[in-house]
Every structure is written in structure tokens, then in C-alpha cells.
């Protein structure tokens, strides 16, 4: 018996007999997808100890830390409150047009975070158009829009809808018929809700908290544009200045903290949860009573600040645009062309590598199958600017012929996004028919030949589903593009960002209006997931 089986026979328990060469296919992705990281750590043992305990330990370093888990903690309670009663308003009560509140309490997913940003700092900063406005009204000053409450307050309108997508997703599952149980012994709505309706949803909720407080610590373009120091804009200054030790060390101290997050994650979610059907919900809905009419002002409210600000402040842009004033800022076709072109490899190759995986975890149930489909997850774990800077001191210093390069772009894209593509085609081959399988067998078909001939068009929706969500992810990012993209490679995000830091906003509005276009089918995507009668 050969290394590699004793090896895989140990791991799997003898659960299964587990194909080699899937196994070691699967073993070369997952080995491949954790490889950047343990450059990073490779950088960071190089530095003098002395130095860094200095940098670990300075003033700076812990205003970093303060500030990035101030913004984490702020963005993650305010997305529960804002997220939670919105879910229970339109999934749960008799709301008012419920299902348009539905899908507009769903939309700034589709605004990224640093369109928010620049567009708020545009209104609401000094000599802002809000400024403007309230300057004749007598009122020369409004609210610091700089800074740490700036940045939260941003950076929730536009993650808030995780926390209200799940939750709204558990309570349309929930089974109603544990709430009439309640009331039968005499507890009262307040009371029914937090016996019996929190804990039900408190998975989803967590698992969205988890989302927005990922994203939230991961935000470079925010906190950049807010002036807050926080690990990823002090980790991309460094980065610019040439200080790779001091940022390789504050890239382990913010993969600590996303380590902390997940940990706390898994201890608050509850692995039992209430799972209804159609025979444990009824069509009766929470009435509000006098508070029907202005309970819409929460949905209002919140939509309206999360979109109406962009798109005025881009309509304000395009009205006042002087074209020539910087022929060098002009946007120019060719950046929708690599950004539709470096978004479409991605895709494919996530695509690709994301179907033995998914076909090895759907199949095979050991723990080597789920190390593999775990470690496929560790790219989307950490944020994209510590990835981006990995890659850079592999790039830099193992392969020179490699650095900058578009082929270590998409790799980075694909280490970053292949869970998307992982869990579509995973889903999407749990469904198939295992007696359709046995049936091909039976039929004298190899595996591989009954894979080609029977799964992969069963799950073909799957896959290219999960392979457009990679696409039109990869539209919006933003860290790895602007640090491991070829000189002169420019794409809608970089023509953004350029004009944001150049303060000529007029540039930035023909790509954002592209960027959000693209964002919305993002959206389409995400929407339609929810069927039946209340669906989106």
C-alpha cells in the first residue's frame, strides 16, 4: 500500500474507498489556495524581534487596532438593529406594500461601500452640496462626517441587508404554528417572540452579523475615504511607502482579529434551529395597528439615505461635468473591456477548479473531503488586501517573472471568490438523483463518464450560476485590483478610485452608473434564490 493511500485511508477512517486521482486533485486546489497566506507569515518572521515588538506595541499600532474593532463592533450592532426589524416588518406583519419595501430594503447591497463613502463625503462633508442647501436656512455647520462615526454610519447602510437577508430568509421559514402555541399559554407577542421566534432565528442572524462584521474589518475603501486608520488603510499606506515588515505584521494582527470572529461566530450560532413547512405556517400576519402607516418610515428611511445620496450626488456630477478639464482622468471604453475580460478568467477558472471540489464534498462524507471544501474558504475569510499582499511577497521575491501580471490577478480573484463558485455547484449535485447515477454505472459508464454524461448537465445551472456570482463579484473589488494589477492595466474600479483620490468626482460617474449596473444583476441573482408566494 502506497504512502498516499495509508495516508487517505487514515483520514477518511475507512469511511470510504475515496478515488485517488480526485483526491489528489482536490489536495493540489486546497494546497494551493492556503499557499499565499505562508508567505505572509515567511514575511513576517524575517523582521528583527526587537523591531517588532517597537511596531506591535507603538501608539500608532494601537490606534489601529482600537479604531478597526470600534468600526467592527459599531457596523455589527448597528446592522443587527437596522437588519432584524426590517426582516420581521416585511416578512412577518401586514406592513403596507410589504413586497416592494422587501426588495428596496435589499438594494444598497448593490451599492459598494466606497461609492457610499465619496458620495456621503461629497454631501455631507465641508462645503458639501447638504452644506449648500442648509446654508441659507442659517446653518453653517452639520454633523463630522469624517472619522469613526462616519465611517460606521456608511459602511452599515450598505452591509446592514446581510444581516436582513438571512433573517428574513429564516423567518419565512419559521413554523407559525410554535407562535400560536405560545399565545395558547398566555404569553403575550413581546414575550412570544423572544421564547420562541429569537432563538429560531438567532442561526440566521449570527450568520449574517458574521457576514457584515467580516466585511466590515475587511473595508479599504471606506475607512480610506473616511480618513479612519484602521488595519487595511495603514496596511496599503505601509504597503505604498515601502514599509512591508510593519505591514506584514499588521496583516497578522488583522487575520487574529477575522481568526476572533469566526470563533465567536461559532460559539453564539445554535446548531438547533426551527425549520418550518408548508403545513407548520399560516397566512397570518402580524397586525400593526395604528403603527401601520408609520412603521414604512423605517424602510423609507434607510433606503432612501442608502440610495438617494449616491444618485443625487452622481446626477449632480453628471450635470456639472466639464469634459477636457483632465483629458488624462477621461474614461475610456478599454477599462470596461479589462474589467469584463480579467472578471470572465476569473470565473472560468473558479469555475473549473470549484466542480471537483464541490463533486468530492457532495460525495464523500469524511473529513478530508470537508478539509478540502473548507480550505476553499480561507481566501474569503481574509480580507482582500491581506491576500493582495501576500501574493506580493511571493510575487516579488520567489517569482519576479510572475509579479504584476494578469495571470497573478486571477489567481488572486479565484482564492478570494471560489467559495461562491463551491457552494453553487455543491448545492446544485445534491440534487441530482443518485439512482440516476447508478443507473449510468449500471450501464457499463466509468465514473468520469458518467459524470460527463449524467451529472455535470444536471448541475450545468449551478455552475454557471456560481460562476457568474464570482464574475460579478470580481467587478467590485477593489484592494487586490489596485495592488497586484499590471502598470497601466486600468478597470472601472481603478478609474473610480483615481478620481475619487484626485477629487475630480465628475470622472467617477459614467464607470459607477456601469459598476452599479452590474452590481444590480449581482442582485437579480441573490433575489431570485427566494421562491415561492413571498418570495422577492
Not at 477548479?353 to 464523500?364: G, K, L, R
Request: hydrophobic letters at 50%.
Amino acid at each position: 500500500m502506497s504512502p498516499i493511500t495509508r495516508i487517505r485511508d487514515r483520514l477518511t477512517d475507512g469511511e470510504d474507498r475515496l478515488p485517488l486521482g480526485l483526491t489528489l486533485l482536490c489536495a493540489a486546489i486546497a494546497a494551493t489556495l492556503v499557499f499565499p497566506l505562508a508567505w505572509l507569515l515567511i514575511e513576517a518572521v524575517t523582521v528583527d524581534p526587537v523591531r517588532a515588538a517597537d511596531l506591535t506595541l507603538s501608539v500608532r499600532t494601537a490606534e489601529t487596532v482600537l479604531n478597526s474593532l470600534l468600526l467592527m463592533i459599531g457596523v455589527t450592532t448597528l446592522s443587527i438593529a437596522i437588519g432584524v426589524p426590517l426582516a420581521y416588518l416585511t416578512a412577518r406583519t401586514d406592513l403596507p406594500f410589504r413586497r416592494f419595501w422587501a426588495v428596496a430594503a435589499a438594494l444598497p447591497l448593490v451599492v459598494p461601500s466606497y461609492v457610499g463613502a465619496f458620495s456621503f463625503v461629497s454631501a455631507f462633508g465641508p462645503q458639501g452640496e447638504f452644506h449648500e442647501v442648509l446654508a441659507p436656512l442659517g446653518i453653517e455647520r452639520v454633523p463630522e462626517i469624517y472619522g469613526l462615526s462616519g465611517s460606521i454610519l456608511v459602511i452599515t447602510l450598505y452591509t446592514y441587508p446581510y444581516v436582513y437577508l438571512t433573517t428574513r430568509a429564516a423567518l419565512l421559514s419559521f413554523d407559525t404554528t410554535l407562535l400560536e402555541a405560545a399565545r395558547t399559554l398566555n404569553h403575550g407577542r413581546l414575550a412570544s417572540f423572544r421564547r420562541v421566534t429569537l432563538p429560531a432565528i438567532r442561526p440566521a442572524v449570527a450568520a449574517g452579523s458574521l457576514l457584515a462584521a467580516l466585511y466590515a474589518v475587511s473595508d479599504f475603501g471606506t475607512p480610506s475615504i473616511m480618513r479612519l486608520s484602521v488595519f487595511t488603510r495603514q496596511i496599503y499606506v505601509e504597503y505604498n511607502s515601502f514599509g512591508s515588515d510593519y505591514a506584514a505584521l499588521l496583516s497578522l494582527q488583522l487575520l487574529v482579529v477575522v481568526l476572533f470572529v469566526l470563533a465567536l461566530e461559532w460559539l453564539v450560532r445554535s446548531d438547533a434551529s426551527s425549520h418550518g413547512d408548508d403545513a407548520g405556517r399560516t397566512d397570518d400576519r402580524v397586525s400593526l395597528g395604528r403603527l401601520r402607516w408609520p412603521a414604512t418610515l423605517l424602510p423609507a428611511g434607510v433606503s432612501a439615505v442608502a440610495l438617494l445620496v449616491p444618485l443625487w450626488i452622481l446626477g449632480l456630477w453628471l450635470v456639472r461635468s466639464e469634459s477636457g478639464r483632465r483629458p488624462s482622468m477621461a474614461f475610456e471604453p478599454v477599462q470596461v473591456l479589462n474589467s469584463v475580460s480579467v472578471s470572465a478568467a476569473a470565473a472560468l477558472v473558479a469555475a473549473l477548479a470549484a466542480i471537483p471540489i464541490a463533486y468530492f464534498a457532495a460525495n464523500h462524507d469524511s473529513r478530508l473531503a470537508t478539509l478540502f471544501e473548507r480550505s476553499t474558504y480561507v481566501g474569503f475569510a481574509v480580507p482582500g488586501i491581506v491576500l493582495a499582499l501576500a501574493l506580493v511577497y511571493f510575487g516579488s521575491g520567489y517569482a519576479p517573472w510572475l509579479y504584476q501580471t494578469l495571470p497573478l490577478l486571477v489567481f488572486a480573484y479565484v482564492v478570494r471568490f471560489l467559495p461562491q463558485a463551491v457552494g453553487s455547484s455543491r448545492t446544485s449535485i445534491l440534487q441530482v438523483d443518485p439512482r440516476l447515477v447508478e443507473a449510468g454505472r449500471t450501464l457499463g459508464e466509468s465514473s468520469m463518464g458518467t459524470f460527463k454524461r449524467v451529472t455535470l448537465p444536471l448541475t450545468r445551472s449551478g455552475i454557471v450560476a456560481g460562476a457568474a456570482l464570482v464574475f460579478l463579484t470580481t467587478m467590485k473589488e477593489l484592494p487586490v485590483t489596485l495592488i497586484l494589477r499590471p502598470s497601466g492595466f486600468e478597470t472601472i474600479v481603478t478609474q473610480i478610485w483615481r478620481a475619487q483620490e484626485s477629487a475630480l468626482y465628475q470622472y467617477a460617474v459614467v464607470p459607477t452608473l456601469i459598476l452599479l449596473f452590474i452590481s444590480g444583476l449581482s442582485m437579480v441573482v441573490l433575489l431570485a434564490q427566494e421562491g415561492g408566494q413571498e418570495g422577492l
